[in-house]
């Protein structure tokens, strides 16, 4: 018995071949016409753990063309982390974003993105670290004014890294609903403090009982838990 139940395990796809066939099989369901298959094996393929620009971008493309704006964005900003350098991805997302009623990034905004999501949190941390041994060691070598430099730019890196880590450390999500009340506490009967709309980058929090922490406009509440997904 035990040795059939190995067997079993070991025949089973690994999890990275088996999103990459249903992946396949999502791109040829919608070259059929059958959008709905597609999504879901799109869907299927993210389920197994396996993070593809690709799938998001492509279930991003097409809950904006059913006009599912907290979808089409959700995906599209699930993708440009993924591939921050992809222009097609960062088209449909300013698409996205423009439909949800988002202000467009400013060019310093695009650039920052685009080296966080290539270098990393990480690598911001480690590069700040070895220009900081590399200006100790110019300045016991006695070469003060090229340590000098190698300083400042350390304290960019440094800066930068933590600025990095921070926003990693921020929960974000996108609002689903096509409207939804922030209300007070975790009830529907609570007041509500607030209202966001599909589309809508807000920050999320715990869950409780099936509602979701949320902050928007300077507000902090809850809504329910399906109204809001996390980035």
């Keep these: 018995m035990a040795v059939a139940l ?14 990459e066939r249903l992946f396949d099989v999502g791109t040829t369901l919608v070259a059929e016409g059958d959008t709905a298959g597609a ?8 389920d197994t753990g396996w993070a593809s620009a690709a799938a998001e971008a492509n279930l991003g493309a097409v809950a904006h063309e059913r006009g599912d704006v907290g979808r089409a964005r959700l995906h599209l900003e699930r993708a440009a982390r993924l591939a921050p350098l992809d222009g097609d991805v960062a088209r449909a997302l300013a698409d996205a974003r423009e439909a ?9 905004e695009r650039a920052w993105r685009g080296l966080v999501g290539v270098v990393r949190p990480v690598g911001l941390v480690a590069l700040a670290l070895a220009l900081a041994f590399g200006a100790l060691a110019l300045r016991l070598l006695g070469r003060r004014r090229p340590a ?8 960019f890196a440094v800066a930068a890294a933590g600025t990095s880590l921070w926003q990693a450390a921020q929960a974000d999500g996108i609002v689903l609903a096509d409207a939804a009340d922030v209300r007070e506490a975790p009830s529907p009967t609570a007041p509500p403090v607030a209202r966001v709309r599909a589309g809508e980058r807000v920050g999320v929090g715990e869950e409780r009982a099936g509602w979701r922490r949320v902050s928007a406009g300077g507000a902090e509440g809850w809504v329910r838990g399906g109204a809001v997904a996390a980035l």
């Design 6 to 19: 190995a067997l079993l395990v070991l025949l089973q796809p690994a999890p990275r071949a088996e999103a």
């Design 39 to 46: 999504v879901a094996a799109w869907e299927g393929a993210l």
């Design 100 to 108: 949800a009623g988002a202000a467009p990034p400013t060019a310093a």
């Design 148 to 155: 000098l430099v190698v300083s400042v730019v350390a304290a």
